[in-house]
T-cell receptor
Framework: AQTVTQSQPEMSVQEAETVTLSCTYD???????LFWYKQPPSRQMILVIR??????QNATENRFSVNFQKAAKSFSLKISDSQLGDTAMYFC??????????????FGQGTILTVHP | KAGVTQTPRYLIKTRGQQVTLSCSPI?????VSWYQQTPGQGLQFLFE???????NKGNFPGRFSGRQFSNSRSEMNVSTLELGDSALYLC?????????????FGDGTRLSIL
């Protein structure tokens, strides 16, 4: 079974600064996908960024980038130039590639990020 | 393009009752997954449906069930409600449920058990 661990229950950052959220996972699979989702107070989970395990290049999406260390099973999210709208709960999620893992994401416990003006 | 729609948004029930939640996926999406979100257990996978068939199931008791209709809309049912069933229930859809496809989530149904 896969597990995802987010060791930072809460983080805060000043507007325009950079913050990094940590995520580690445990799996015996070699091929899988990793995701960061954002859940603002409005409740809707929004995909922030996705990483395929077979790609060595770290994914980036505008101000969001990841540091994917496959050997260390680490997948951190860096948010640059933080904005007030980034305030949300952030979830790291894992998904096995192929097989019978249809529709199943395994989530970490989440990190509450607060951006201060 | 309309997103994933979940109804109702809020629901209050008492112990022992049953409840049905509804999820309409994004047009063209045929895979629907359900998750339970609680402060204590976090987000947990309930089950996934594709073409009216349940393809995957999480570790929940048989009181939790679901179904999918030919138009890909899905419902989940919880019978004999317990206080511990109080949670936010999230539905997510993707085109075919393949692992390389991101899931798109609805706003959830907040279920409170009195």
């Amino acid at each position: 079974a896969q597990t995802v661990t987010q060791s930072q229950p809460e983080m805060s950052v000043q507007e325009a600064e950079t913050v990094t959220l940590s995520c580690t996972y445990d799996t015996s699979e070699n091929n899988y996908y990793l995701f960061w989702y954002k859940q603002p107070p409005s409740r809707q989970m929004i995909l922030v960024i996705r990483q395929e395990a077979y790609k060595q290049q770290n994914a980036t999406e505008n101000r969001f980038s990841v540091n994917f260390q496959k050997a260390a099973k680490s997948f951190s999210l860096k948010i640059s130039d933080s904005q007030l709208g980034d305030t949300a709960m952030y979830f790291c999620a894992f998904r096995t590639a192929g097989g019978t893992s249809y529709g199943k994401l395994t989530f970490g416990q989440g990190t509450i990020l607060t951006v201060h003006p | 393009k309309a997103g994933v729609t979940q109804t109702p948004r809020y629901l209050i029930k008492t112990r022992g009752q049953q409840v049905t939640l509804s999820c309409s996926p994004i047009s063209g999406h045929r895979s629907v997954s359900w998750y339970q979100q609680t402060p204590g257990q976090g987000l947990q996978f309930l089950f996934e449906y594709f073409s009216e068939t349940q393809r995957n199931k999480g570790n929940f008791p048989g009181r939790f069930s679901g179904r999918q209709f030919s138009n890909s809309r899905s419902e989940m049912n919880v019978s004999t409600l317990e206080l511990g069933d109080s949670a936010l229930y999230l539905c997510a859809s993707s085109k075919d449920g393949d692992s390389n496809q991101p899931q798109h989530f609805g706003d959830g149904t907040r279920l409170s058990i009195l």
